[in-house]
């Protein structure tokens, strides 16, 4: 069965550092333009990151020359290298297909705080 499985969250300070993976399982993996999607309390979910299959890579503006989204097509998993953590960024981060959705995976939860 098709699944995303996202992990690397974790409670972090201002500041700090964190990398996401989302572990895909869906044929043609490297075919489809990929993203990282984030949902605050109170808030819509938001894309924060896309990377298409060839590689090229587009980002909000909130997270630009912070957040690093990449993929590995061997492993069928796309990464989100996350520097300069502020608390806004706190969320739930998902990862999936963009632009088109397929059922959403968990999430893993991402906490900025001192």
Sequence with gaps: QAQLVES???LVQPGGSLRLSCAASFSF???YAMGWYRQAPGKERELVARITNGGSTNYAESV???FAISR???KNTVY???NSLK???TAVY???KWPSFMSW???TQVTVSS
Excluded: H, T, V, W
């Design 8 to 10: 690397g969250g974790g």
């Design 29 to 31: 993996f490297s075919i």
């Design 64 to 66: 630009k020359d912070r």
């Design 72 to 74: 590995d097509n061997a």
């Design 80 to 82: 989100l290298q996350m």
């Design 87 to 89: 608390p806004e960024d």
């Design 94 to 96: 998902y990862c999936n």
């Design 105 to 107: 995976g968990q999430g």
